[in-house]
Nanobody, 120 residues
Framework: VRLQESGPGLVKSSQTLSLTCTIS??????????WGWVRQPPGKGLEWIGS???????YYSPSFKSRASISRDTSINQFSLQLTSVTPEETGVYFC?????????????WGQGTQRTPLP
């Protein structure tokens, strides 16, 4: 299974950061599969944002729940993240990932990550 992040490279403060993850050699609807988003700020550890499961159920970190939305398009094997009202402090590498559970420790597959730096 391979994952690839994509999306607009430019985002400004207070705007919405949008990312899409394309799954290859695997299916987003595979039973018991979970697909998620993780962020890593510069010099810090991984932060779990949220996940979507094989049936479309969603799970969010309390830290992001009010601003994050994860959705999917099963016809093209993709899932997406929208994070509203971003600030420059949310600079980091954003990863998409997948596995057999909703949390970071359960992700088996990882995208290469994509850097996002919200502008002031």
């Amino acid at each position: 299974v391979r994952l690839q992040e994509s999306g607009p490279g430019l985002v400004k403060s207070s705007q919405t950061l949008s990312l899409t993850c394309t799954i290859s050699s695997g299916s987003i609807t595979t039973n018991y599969a979970y697909w998620g988003w993780v962020r890593q700020p510069p010099g810090k550890g991984l932060e779990w944002i949220g996940s979507i499961d094989y049936s479309g159920g969603t799970y969010y970190s309390p830290s992001f729940k009010s601003r994050a939305s994860i959705s999917r398009d099963t016809s093209i094997n993709q899932f997406s993240l929208q994070l509203t009202s971003v600030t420059p402090e949310e600079t980091g590498v954003y990863f998409c990932a997948g596995g057999e559970g909703w949390g970071i420790w359960q992700y088996t597959y990882w995208g290469q990550g994509t850097q996002r730096t919200p502008l002031p």
